[in-house]
């Protein structure tokens, strides 16, 4: 297993209190723009959390007033344009393994945007378990505007699940900016809340969901995740696996227990 508490990366910011874990992209000045090595690095990280024992939820902040404004043009946009094609698979499938990366990394995850989030950034956020908003955040999936495709990093597979076909479609053939009320409206955002209660609202929602059956959410996000690519019967069968693991635990014999007494149980993730 793998502590994470003192980890220190180079190209964003990381903190962890308690067991929730707290990201912030650092550019502020440029409204936090991804390069090639913080993209690496945040791939990596997630891969890491998968077996980190002292975090159980993953947080990602704002910084500045924004959220993330992608790719950034100078570092990654106008490289890319010199690149040969086996330097260009290797990049987008990278961007991917982000994704991936957060998809299987066990924990919940929980994005809290204000200002822009576009782009790879607006990825990052459809990638994520629970997303809050401020009323003011707007959210794009501009690729048409540079000249790619919408399908990028997974998003005609995962948006649409969360929006529907129709409105993902015209999200990603426009690339247009989504309002933070048509995001809750549509259910890419949980809530709308004002700035400054949004990173206490994140951060508190995070703290709940690390005093719960921690084991039994890492098993949650599995089966959120794998149940899209199954059959009904598969789904079910499935579960029921899933929920005959979880009956293995500890914490659920505690939950029994506290029951049985009138008292409140406390999850230790075992």
Not at 50 to 64: H, K, S
Not at 135 to 163: H, N, Q, S
Request: with cysteine.
């Amino acid at each position: 297993m793998t502590k994470m508490a003192g980890f220190r990366p180079k190209h964003f910011l990381w903190q962890v209190e308690g067991k929730v874990a707290h990201i912030q992209l650092d550019r502020p000045e440029r409204k936090n723009p991804l390069t090639f090595d913080s993209y690496a690095e945040l791939r990596d990280t997630f891969r890491e959390l998968r077996y980190a024992e002292d975090v159980d939820v993953v947080v990602f902040l704002p910084n500045g007033g924004n959220f993330c404004s992608g790719g950034d043009v100078r570092d990654i946009i106008g490289p890319l344009v010199a690149m040969e094609m086996k330097e260009l698979l290797n990049f987008t499938r990278m961007t991917g393994d982000l994704v991936k990366a957060m998809l299987a990394c066990g924990k919940p995850i929980i994005t809290a945007v204000d200002g822009v989030a576009v782009g790879a950034g607006a990825i990052i956020v459809m990638a994520s378990d629970i997303r809050i908003a401020t009323p003011e955040a707007k959210t794009a999936f501009l690729f048409t505007r540079v000249g790619l495709a919408g399908c990028d990093m997974g998003a005609c597979a995962i948006l649409p699940r969360i929006i529907g076909q129709g409105r993902a479609a015209e999200l990603l053939y426009t690339g247009r900016s989504m309002s933070a009320a048509e995001g809750e409206r549509w259910g890419f955002y949980n809530r709308l809340v004002d700035a400054g209660a949004l990173e206490p609202d994140a951060l508190d929602m995070a703290r709940r969901i690390a005093s719960g059956p921690t084991f039994a959410h890492g098993i949650t996000k599995t089966q959120l995740n794998q149940e899209w690519s199954m059959g009904l019967d598969q789904a079910i069968e499935a579960e029921a696996q899933a929920q005959a693991i979880c009956m293995q635990t500890r914490d659920f014999e505690r939950a029994y227990r506290a029951f049985v007494a009138k008292q409140t149980p406390v999850f230790e993730g075992t």
